[in-house]
């Protein structure tokens, strides 16, 4: 060991193992979101010191430079895998910093050649000035044009259901025939916000869980002998750890039924240690909840449980979620309207209130059977039995725009062009007579010479897709596309069209976590520029110019550091149940 120091000692640290140290530490700063300053702090440069005893260790200015060159080679290799898409999807939303400075997210999902699905963080840039929608629809058109995205490639914008974002897409639709969609995630939670608001024996058992959850959030001594009590009643989690009482916050999503559901569990030894004159006073004992609102408690959980799941569901970002808004929605629709004579009135009225809000805010009554959620799902193998819809006849009428929406993708491929108004995702709206008169025709009206035969066969293919079996549940579309898309090759094109946009505007609203981080109080120096690279590159650390490649030396290590820790965990005793 004594030889092992002082040839390492002695070793030098040549140029090439210099600049491959310094790009592993901007990797680090990217990676796991460190200050760019931390270069400067005494114990890593005394870390590195021994590591490496010839190495300069950089300033923060050189690894600021670092981090902003590398922003600039992902962000053009960016722009090239961007250019192969023939169909993206954008996701936006807006947030404010710790250090109190506006900031507005952009990130791109599109489906590859070969049915991949790809999301990336595209901008992460500081707003200034009123959020209106003229401005923040300048801001859209910008970042596509740093970016090169075409205009006729966007498909759909999603976002918050914030008035003023929503005019900035009414507007760039009015001007690019962009559809747009409100954050499915977004609505379902003002429902059940809406849904609690209205019920007041529900608004009053969560104004009394939080003064509870804060009695025990405050006082150690209340916490721990609640963890007793949960060991010596075995009522914690299937581990057998104690569980921790959750505070609510209203703009965390799903925030309520977590702590309805964590005060539930424990619910025998909470009432143990609040009726303990030893463990509590006499002024703490109104905190106990009543046995109605306990059991309460147990309904509204039942009733939040499936709306939670799907709200986590619908922000996906690696496979699609956009055809599963209309199944999820229906779905939640049909299992709050489960008759229960079992529930109390209470529970019973906050059901049905949660179920009407669904309803409007993703228009289940009346329904448009032929909106893009719809054709999304119909273009989903797992639900291309429409079991969705609830008449024939509205099945039918997806089906006919779905031979429309192909039809017009031939018409503006045969053109060269995809910006046409008929190829919009969203149809136009239709004037009465029309309104009639599309029951009884499959396609738009077009020129007999170009399009009849295509017409023709587009109905054909349609109706192939809807007569086979539907898939199960637990496969992927996309991956069943890539295996069809020949045997169907002009609904492929419609499928990756919708496939590629997201149902929430989660994607955005993610980065903000890592953001957050990097733009702290402590941090607020950090220019908007270098907020811009360094959240990029943590976010989309797969480009190959947004990371270092492991050095040669760690590379043919790691197989010799493997069979080491084998070798020494041979040695060790087992380790205890947990």
């Known amino acids: 060991m004594e030889s092992f120091v002082v040839s390492h000692s002695k070793r030098t640290c040549n140029s090439a193992r210099s600049t491959q140290i310094r790009g592993l530490i901007a990797d680090w700063v990217t990676a796991d979101m460190r200050p760019l300053g931390i270069v400067n702090d005494p114990g890593f440069r005394q870390l590195l010191s021994f590591v490496e005893p010839s190495f300069t260790v950089p300033s923060r200015t050189t690894i600021a430079s670092m981090v902003r060159r590398r ?33 507005v997210t952009y990130t791109s999902h599109y489906v590859t050649d070969d049915w991949k699905l790809v999301s990336h963080v595209l901008e992460t840039k500081r707003f200034n000035g009123s959020h209106t929608a003229e401005t923040l629809a300048a801001s859209t058109e910008a970042v596509l044009s740093r970016f090169n995205i075409a205009h006729d490639t966007v498909q759909c914008l999603v976002h918050d259901e914030a008035p003023n974002q929503m005019a900035a897409s009414r507007l760039l639709r009015s001007q ?41 959030s405050h006082s150690a001594k209340s916490t721990e002998a609640l963890n007793n009590k949960q060991v010596a009643m075995a009522s914690g989690s299937k581990s057998g750890t104690p569980l921790r009482v959750i505070q609510d916050v209203p703009t965390r999503w799903n925030s309520s039924f977590l702590m309805l559901q964590r005060l539930i569990h424990p619910r025998l030894p909470i009432m143990a240690v609040l009726e303990d004159p ?39 970002e690696t496979y699609c979620t956009q055809t599963l808004v209309v199944p999820v929605a229906k779905s939640l629709l049909r299992g709050l309207r489960i008759a229960n004579e079992e529930l109390s009135a209470s529970a019973a009225d906050f059901r049905k209130s949660l179920a009407m809000e669904i309803k ?21 193998p797992r639900s291309r039995s429409l079991g969705f819809l609830d008449s024939d006849e509205d099945k039918d009428e997806l089906k006919s725009e779905i031979v429309r929406r192909v039809c017009a993708q031939i018409t503006a491929d045969s053109d060269g062009s ?28 077009v020129e007999p010479s170009t399009t009849s035969s295509a017409a023709s066969d587009c109905e054909v293919e349609v109706t192939q897709f809807f007569t086979e079996k539907q898939v199960g549940s637990s496969v992927d579309p996309l991956d069943w596309w890539r295996t069809n898309a020949d045997r169907f090759p002009t609904m492929a094109r419609l499928a990756k069209r919708v ?30 520029e270098n907020v811009d690279a ?35 965990a041979d040695d060790l005793p087992p380790l205890p149940d947990l």
């Open 71 to 103: 922003h600039d080679a992902a962000r053009k290799e960016l722009v090239t895998k961007l250019a192969g898409a023939t169909s993206i999807a954008i996701t936006t939303d807006a947030w404010t910093s710790k250090a109190v400075v506006s900031f």
């Open 176 to 216: 690019h025939h962009w559809d747009y969609q409100a954050c499915a995630a977004h609505r379902l939670q003002t429902c059940i916000r809406h849904a609690i608001t209205a019920s007041r024996p529900v608004t009053k058992l969560l104004a009394s869980s939080r003064q509870l959850v804060g009695h025990f």
């Open 278 to 316: 030893e463990l509590t006073k006499s002024s703490h004992r109104h905190l106990q909840l009543k046995d109605h609102q306990w059991n309460l408690a147990k309904e509204i959980v039942a009733a939040l449980e499936a709306p939670a799941k799907a709200t986590t569901v619908l922000g996906g």
């Open 360 to 380: 409007v805010k993703f228009s289940l009554d009346p329904f448009d059977p032929i909106s893009l959620p719809s054709v999304s799902a119909a273009l989903d």
């Open 418 to 445: 995809s910006s046409d108004d008929e190829c919009i995702l969203e149809p136009p709206a239709k004037r009465p007579m029309e309104e009639d008169m599309s029951l009884f025709f499959a396609c738009p009206s």
């Open 499 to 528: 496939l590629c946009i997201p149902a929430t505007s989660v994607p955005s609203e993610r980065v903000f976590s890592a953001a957050g981080i990097i733009v702290s109080k402590l941090r607020a120096s950090l220019t908007h």
């Open 534 to 568: 360094l959240v990029f590159l943590h976010a989309n650390s797969g480009l190959q110019a947004a990371r270092t490649a492991a050095p040669v030396a760690v590379q043919q290590l790691m197989p010799r550091l493997e069979r080491f820790a084998e070798e020494e």
